[in-house]
């Protein structure tokens, strides 16, 4: 018992101690090269907290939030360039569209279940993706968008890699704030009932489908925030962003971090980006290691690194009393039948 | 000539382009569609064992000189082969997992063929020449030979894998186990050797289509992708785990690209088949022709 109120106390310094290494990184080191990696991780987070909430918490598997991505990047960079908006009402206002087709997708997808949701989401996420690449008109298509201008808010310009730094910093502790808090909320536990089974949420009153759509629109108006804050970051856009390659990689990145659970996303987009950037000296024998890496990973490590790190913890601890916080995250554990179950 | 009778051949040649068109359609989703019923598995890397087919295809034809029908036969045993192999190291010890890992394992497989289609052929674009490059003209309707055996070929296959399931031993344990799982154990059919041979013959499947479809169209290690996609789409629409649903489908999609491409805008082709399953869902949540309420 003694011990568990040291590891709570702990875990209670953790987040703290987190958040100051975090803003000392730029002090820490100067390399823009690593600076770099590091903004582009918490930019990527960002998207994968998001669809940790539909497809971790909710269990309804997304693949379309590339697509989500792109919509979010292509709407900030337009009116950045086009419409020659500010940077505060254009990142308002990417967030927001994206957060409206979102609604429109989810009230038409959600009604599929299982794997015709992920299938269906997945075309979702191509029919986005060809819309950016073929409308060049209004989206130059391939030939990409270029000359965003640098983010400024009233006379400061996020200019310097530091201060893209901390913007990023800043957006990212924000949506993990936000997603701490729906996780423990009423909303967030409704979420994980429908997860289990969507039979049983609906026989306890609970508005299944407009629970998901909730989910959902959160977890791509995460989506547009990052694309939005990625555009203004890279200054370029090409219609690859929202290819489905990279839902592929969000899930890898949410799976080996560990699906539905809050340090997840964090943990597998840096340790899986970083190792990227570590074998890209090995050019094409990258991918020829990587994919029986993730191969090994899902038939080794099925829940993560944060998952099976928490199972075990839970496992030492079992038999004493749990608080209610507790309770919820083992229920999380204990779901077998994770996105994507059986019909 | 009249401007109808133009018109008619034109309407003509969309509507064989769009039968070639939807015969590979129809092989790729036949494979999807036999894991799916057999494993609940979502298969994402079949379209990269259609891209392996065409890349085996063309060394057999290019380094050993092979002629096309063997190198045909060639490639398709391999596949046959890599399938059970998947199915043996990858898929059968995920069964049990959570499904998304399943799902997971599909994209390393998908990531880790085409980087090796990439070390082993380079990125390029290449053709593969087929012996039957002659135009011939039916009706009209000017076509090559290639496309006619394409159609020809895949009509073929679709009978003989329906008599194999329907009229052997062996191919009712498949459509047993896609009927009722606990069923097909309780009369003593070993699942694993099911799900073994369903994979071959979908990746054999696979590698027939891109076999077929490869003189018309170019090799290139990301060649399954869209194809891929597009075969998901139909199995949807077909309803998931159903053989007529997959091969009526892949015809309809064929035909839906061929002719919108013609008369509507060659642009927006490849958005057909996702706008007809955004459409066809919105009306209808089930599919066309579902097997299961969902």
Redesign the interface.
Known sequence: MRRHAAFNRASKLAVPVLLLLAAAIPWLTSNPYYLDIVVKVFIWTIVVNGMNII?GYTGQ?SLAHAGFFGIGAYTFGLLMTKAAMPFLPSLVIAVLVTGLVGSVAGM??L??????F???S???G??LL??IE?WESLTEGVRGLLGIPIPKIGSFEFASMTSQYYLMLFFLVLTMFVNHRIIHSLVGRTFIAIRHSEELAEALGINVMRNKIIAFVHSTVLAGLAGALYAGYIRFLGPDIAS?EHS?DM??YL?VGG?GTLWGPLVGTALVMILMQWLQSWQ?????I??????LL??FL?YGIIGTLTRLMHKRRLGQPLTQKQAVERSVLHD???????? | MPLGVMEMELFFQQIVNGLVLGSIYSLVALGITLI?GIM?L?N?AHGHLYMLGAYLTLWMMTIYGFRYWTAILVSVAALFLIGMLLERL?FR??HN?????????A??????????A??LWGSDYRRLDSPYGEVISVFGVTITQQRVIIIVAAIILMIGLNLFLKRTVIGSTIEAMAQNREGAFLVGIDANKVSLLTFGIAAGLAAAAASLAAPINLVYPSMG?MVN?KA??II?LGG?GSIPGAVIGGYILGLAESISGTYINS??K??V???I??LI??VK?T?LFAK?A?
Request: charged content about 15%; proline content about 6%; some cysteine.
């Open positions: 497809a598997l038409i997808s009604r599929l279940k299982g794997h015709y992920a299938i269906f997945l075309c979702v191509v029919v060809l819309v073929k489905v592929f899930l890898l799976l699906i094409e024998y990258r991918m020829i990587f994919g029986p890496v993730l191969v899902v038939l099925p077998q039948s994770l996105a994507g179950g059986g019909e | 799916y609940q979502p994402f990858v010890p995920l997992a959570p499904h998304i890992n399943s799902m997971i394992a994209v390393g497989v998908m990531l880790f063929l085409e980087a090796v990439r070390k992708a996609l998901f789409v949807v998931m642009e927006y490849d958005l088949a996702f706008v399953l955004i869902l919105t949540p599919g299961e969902r």
